[in-house]
């Protein structure tokens, strides 16, 4: 009967054991998930800044379209980069880098 109750005394102090270091750890997993899905998400979105000021910048140099034209052309080619790299952000958010790289370009003159 000892060993029996023994045994338990040492499963209760295992599971003790095992619960106050999954309360320790399970907090520090959560924290690193998150913090690495925040730098996924700013790594795509400095991406998308990059091909727009590009693609905005190609724009610039066509002189036969109008402006709704080439923020539009400028809107599908950074679509088309996004498509190409399996990157999903939605269509407001790079008509947004877009029309703010074209304003960076044309503060600038010319140069982002």
Same mark, same amino acid.
């Given at each position: 009967?000892?060993?029996?109750?023994?045994?338990?005394?040492?499963?209760?102090?295992?599971? %003790?054991?095992?619960?106050?270091?999954?309360?320790?750890?399970?907090?520090?997993?959560?924290?690193?998930?998150?913090?690495?899905?925040?730098?996924?998400?700013?790594?795509?979105?400095?991406?998308?800044?990059?091909?727009?000021?590009?693609?905005?910048?190609?724009?610039?140099?066509?002189?036969?379209?109008?402006?709704?034209?080439?923020?539009? !052309?400028?809107?599908?080619?950074?679509? !088309? !980069?996004? @498509?190409?790299?399996?990157?999903?952000?939605?269509?407001?958010?790079?008509?947004?880098?877009?029309?703010? @790289? @074209?304003?960076?370009?044309?503060?600038? %003159?010319?140069?982002?």
């Amino acid at each position: 009967m000892d060993n029996i109750l023994n045994n338990l005394y040492a499963i209760a102090a295992l599971a %003790g054991f095992l619960a106050t270091i999954l309360g320790y750890v399970n907090p520090l997993l959560k924290q690193k998930i998150a913090k690495e899905k925040n730098l996924r998400v700013k790594s795509r979105y400095e991406l998308l800044d990059t091909w727009a000021t590009n693609a905005a910048s190609a724009m610039q140099a066509v002189s036969d379209l109008p402006g709704q034209e080439k923020k539009e !052309q400028a809107i599908q080619m950074v679509n !088309q !980069q996004l @498509a190409d790299h399996n990157i999903p952000i939605d269509v407001d958010n790079v008509a947004a880098a877009v029309e703010k @790289a @074209a304003q960076n370009l044309s503060k600038n %003159g010319g140069n982002a």
